[in-house]
């Protein structure tokens, strides 16, 4: 589960017990022997997504590699073959030509090599200015968990699918020298060409310090680490899964990873082992000092700005040159217990890939959902001009409220009413703040939003709100996706998520879209200037009982200016390639 500490103690604490309930190594998952190969005899679908990708069950976590290669996009994972827990690690894959509707090919990286023969972990795609790919992953050669960075490459190039790769036996590439933890050093990046280079990330830490470190190379085979990291930050602990590349100052284009210049900045992210959450800032990168200097004025550590305030980790991004887009796709965990993942036979989900860009203000990146996924609405309702007055929830009927896409603009005529921002609530992350002004509480501007996964006489839902409070110099936007009040089952872990949104209100408007699929939902606020995923498992707002509201709770009136609802309907999720053609519904 995800963890939420406060305070610098309280991660040093759980740091400590997390490295000795791993026997002293450090790894991103807890071990569970008797869980790991116990094979899954029958499927629970109740919380089963319809349009989001999974495997037809076993546990998922890391999406690693993702890429596009001849007119066909690749996606690996890191996959349990043998049961619904972290453990008997591989590189599952899975290819498609819309990023949407999804064929499973086998493995295509597992133990079988001295220099993995203890684990095949996370990794990245370079794809080299001929096209053709490079996989560059993180080995476990001992059982002590010492972490080395090897390379694999296809086996057969003319092979569209990639089913076959190959791991050279001049492997490992990357070992970890006296000057590093070789316990915390995993999880390459994409390479990116530089005055006559290749250059990696590798992420790690030095006591307190994470660090990620910079390797070069001219021949992508042997490697040597720079005399000083790409960038370090003091108490942040490890940095898994880093992410480094180019964004445009201008326009939603992406950029293939070598690009830097007049109008770039670059973007590093970093998922941070002590919260599972992750951190980004925007930069400057010098490749002439092989250094990344974050811009003036960003908070670069845990109070900085994140790609998604909720249930989002091990994300990657890639370029993809047949519509000059960087995406990103993020995992997101389970947030019940080990033996509820067990008993229902799978754990884990990758989100929507999501199109990432500059904000024309040069502050954050925005993200929004693939346009692919489109295709997959169904039947639509509308809803425009409904007044919401305080107290008031509206349902929107006639969809598939379980599976749905739902957008919204909301408008207010003042914010004569907002409340003043208490100061105090300056040094807490927003999801407390929201964790203190939830859904129910009556306020001026807010909180209003939508009630998802709703029972019918809401002892169970899953809010998704906004609510605008007055500060000294402008107003603060919280949007919030509150899970407390979304089950009535036990042992779940229910966290009220939360992020600011960085938004110009002169036009007195907000707007919200939300995918909602059985046991999460992705919610975009402001145009995908805030992101927020939560997990969530209703017992009695199921499919056809889950209903969906708009409401208000606060004085100043709300308006729906319009609302577009859809049922969604179900991909192609991983059918083997062999079976292609053979109807898949629900993944079984």
């Known amino acids: 589960m995800m963890a939420m500490p406060n305070t610098l103690s309280v991660l040093a604490l759980f740091a400590l017990f997390f490295v000795l309930s791993n026997n002293g190594a450090e790894a991103s998952h807890k071990i569970y022997p008797r869980f790991q190969t116990l094979s899954v005899e029958n499927v629970n679908q109740v919380h089963r997504t319809g349009y989001h990708f999974q495997p037809p069950r076993n546990w998922i976590n890391d999406p690693n590699a993702p890429m596009y290669y001849k007119g066909l996009y690749h996606l690996f994972y890191q996959y349990n073959p043998k049961g619904a827990v972290w453990g008997n690690i591989v590189w599952a894959h899975s290819v498609s030509k819309d990023l949407i509707n999804w064929e499973s090919l086998e493995p295509a990286l597992y133990p079988s090599k001295w220099f993995d023969n203890y684990g095949c972990w996370s990794g990245s795609a ?204 993020g995992w997101a965990n389970e947030s019940d217990s080990v033996q509820q993942d067990t008993n229902k036979g799978w754990a884990g989900i990758l989100l929507i890939p999501r199109k990432v860009w500059l904000d024309p203000s040069g502050k954050q990146l925005l993200q929004w959902p693939v346009v692919e996924l489109e295709k997959l609405r169904g039947h639509n309702v509308q809803l425009s001009n409904q007044k919401l007055n305080q107290g008031d929830h509206v349902q929107v009927k006639g969809i598939t409220v379980a599976q749905a896409d739902v957008d919204v603009t909301f408008s207010f005529p003042s914010l004569d009413k907002a409340e003043p921002f208490d100061p105090k609530w300056a040094k807490l992350d927003a999801l407390d703040v929201c964790a203190q002004k939830g859904s129910k509480d009556p306020g001026g501007v807010g909180p209003f939003g939508l009630l998802t996964l709703a029972s019918e006489n809401l002892e169970e839902f899953t809010p998704v709100f906004f609510k605008v409070f007055k500060a000294v110099d402008k107003h603060k936007v919280l949007l919030c996706s509150d899970a407390r009040s979304s089950s009535l089952g036990e042992g779940l872990y229910k966290p009220s998520f939360a992020g600011f949104v960085d938004v110009d209100l002169t036009d007195k408007k907000l707007s919200l879209r939300s995918l909602i699929d059985h046991s999460v939902v992705e919610s975009f606020g402001a145009g995908g200037r805030t992101a927020i995923t939560s997990r969530v498992y209703p017992t009695i707002a199921v499919f056809e009982k889950a209903l969906l509201y708009v409401f208000n709770n606060g004085s100043e009136t709300i308006t729906v200016e319009n609302l577009n609802a859809w049922s969604m309907n179900l991909p192609v999720m991983n059918v083997p390639v062999k079976n292609r053609g053979r109807e898949n519904p629900r993944n079984e």
């Not at 310090?209 to 040597?224: C, E, F, N, P, T």
Request: hydrophobic share 35%; proline share 7%.
């Open 126 to 329: 370079t794809v080299l200015p001929n096209g053709e790919p490079v996989i560059f992953y993180t080995g476990i050669a001992e059982k002590n968990n010492s972490q080395i960075q090897n390379y694999a490459v296809p086996a057969n190039l003319s092979d569209p699918y990639l089913r076959e790769w190959v791991k050279p036996d001049d492997n490992p590439i990357v070992n970890p020298d006296v000057s590093v933890n070789g316990s915390a050093f995993r999880d390459p990046t994409t390479a990116w060409w530089a005055d006559g280079h290749w250059r990696i990330l590798i992420g790690s830490r030095r006591n307190h310090v994470g660090v990620a470190y910079l390797y070069r190379s001219r021949d992508l085979k042997k490697w040597a680490k720079t005399k000083h990291p790409l960038h370090s930050v003091q108490g942040t602990g490890m940095w898994e899964c880093p992410d480094f590349f180019p964004v445009l100052s201008f326009g939603e284009n992406g950029l293939d990873p070598s690009v830097n210049g007049q109008n770039v900045k670059h973007a590093l992210k970093v998922s941070l082992d002590l919260t599972r959450y992750e951190y980004y800032t925007l930069g400057t990168y010098d490749n002439k000092k092989e250094k990344y200097f974050p811009d003036e004025g960003l908070v670069d550590g845990w109070g900085g700005l994140r790609l998604d305030y909720g249930n989002f980790y091990a994300s990657k991004t890639f370029f993809d040159p047949s519509t000059n887009r960087r995406i990103l796709w």
